[in-house]
């Protein structure tokens, strides 16, 4: 089993800067994928970021590309998300995710989960 906790929510203002962090303990050693999502009020969780653990390579959905980056600590057993450049838009509660799967792109394919941090940003 493997156990997520995020941290690093909070209240930012528009154009301003956060990183969120995700600490995994378990069994993090079959995690092919770590990823993280958001779900704003009255929406559904969307993808924003993934990175794939062992490798490095990352992607991002297009709403976010170029203003949050997702970087990967293995020694450490956490995973970022910076955010910059922040939009009113971006107020969402971000989930911390990971996977054993090959593919790491949809909420679907993720097996483990994290409580959720707030993320509010104000104009």
């Known amino acids: 089993q493997v156990q997520l906790v995020e941290s690093g929510g909070g209240l930012v203002q528009a154009g301003g800067s956060l990183r969120l962090s995700c600490a995994a303990s378990?069994?993090?050693?079959?995690?092919?994928?770590m990823g993280w999502f958001r779900q704003a009020p009255g929406k559904e969780r969307e993808f924003v970021a993934s990175?794939?653990?062992?490798?490095?390579?990352?992607y991002y959905t297009d709403s976010v590309k170029g203003r949050f980056t997702i970087s990967g600590d293995n020694a450490k057993n956490t995973v970022n998300l910076k955010m910059s450049s922040l939009e009113p838009e971006d107020t969402a509660v971000y989930y911390c995710?990971?996977?054993?799967?090959?593919?790491?792109?949809?909420?679907?394919?993720?097996?483990?989960w994290g409580q959720g941090t707030q993320v509010t940003v104000s104009s």
């Open positions: 378990g069994r993090t050693f079959s995690i092919i994928h």
């Open positions: 995710a990971a996977t054993r799967k090959l593919v790491g792109h949809s909420q679907l394919e993720y097996e483990y």
């Open positions: 990175i794939a653990w062992s490798i490095g390579s990352t």
